[in-house]
């Protein structure tokens, strides 16, 4: 009953706008109509963009009944035919979903001056993280922006590193430019972009019991941000347990060759089903994770978007990073903080992004970066930028949505609570 007063709640916030996109791409109207508000990501002019990149699985997704549509310069599916957004949102809370996720780069650093290169262009404590660690981390600019989020895992011989799709060739070239200006000075370093490896995201509360099945492993010392390499079917694997939806769940690299076969492996399970970006990003949300290029950019700073925990506490002594000057004032003194990030609670239609956020005087304070429903909550929410004095929890703000004014209410995010593994002997 739950999840059909869900539904019925959903659609009515999805059919709240009147503006309706072209029929592009064999797509039917509502279809891209969840696209757009559903899906932050979505761009209207990547619609036309010819010579789409395909992952390795992306012949079996679409006959999965994948919905197709070009996401940074690749063909991805936003949802699936016999599910759709809402039912792969809930699936993922409640079992177990697979995201291809083969667009994210990949990459590799070597050389034994690896780890004081990566931190002098991350804010991460490499040296500090034991061997098979991972953390979630920011690239900056000169000037304390952020140049895209990342995972760093920390191998014996070897960084391995992902990155977002939409920034792929902004990142490899910030970090190739870095790179030859400090093997001119002597530095041992290599990069390898991972051009063979899919990658896969395996999400939800019984995605370890899963595996635990399938490769007949023990998972319990396989806790969260914590990777290794593991072999399964005779499949060798990358595995990193964490993710992007606030789920327990796992990373997990896959040469090209084995990757459609480990994922009909995975579907094998009944508890098993694919999901879409749509799902994903719907999923995100609720966990108050970011989305480079919406809530994150190379006009933000880490304490502006309230990420000043990814800077490991040596950092935040020593610096030693691109725009530590910058990000470390900021830190030190919060007048220097003009604008923080935010999520909120909106009654009314939901609130998606470029809404203009006020006080309750209706002077403008803010702009959202992303909204939409919550189907675990059955609330709208949003996360947004306000003027600093703005973003304390319980403050009444209001957003304008189609010119109307509708209130809001700051709070503190994530708005769903996470569900990581962090060790306990039931999970």
Known sequence: MKKILLKIWWTVNLQSSKKTPPRTLNLSLNELAIIKRNYAAYEEKNLILPNLKRTPVHDFVVQQGGKMVPFAGWSMPVHFANTGVLAEH???RDSASLFDVSHMQQLKILGKDRIKFLELLTVADIEEMPFG??????????????VDDMIVSKHADHLHVVTNASCAEKVLKHIRNQMYKLQSRGWFLNLEVIKDYALLAFQGPKTAEILRKLGDKDLRDFKFMTTRYINIKKIELHMTRGGYTGEDGFEIGVSHLAATRFTKLLLGYPSV???????????RLEAGLCLYGHDIDETTTPIEAGLSWTIAKRRKVEGGFLGDEHILKQLNDKSLVKKRRIGLIVEGAPARENAEIYNEEEQLVGKVTSGGPSPTLGKNIAMGYVRTGYNTNGTPLKVKVRERMQ??????MPFVKPKYYRGDETA
């Open 273 to 283: 089903q694919l999901a879409g970006l749509g799902a994903r990003d719907s999923l």
């Open 133 to 146: 660690a991972a953390t979630l981390s920011l690239f900056t600019n000169e000037n304390g922006g952020i």
């Open 90 to 92: 809930l699936h993922t």
């Open 407 to 412: 209130k809001a209410t700051v709070v503190k």
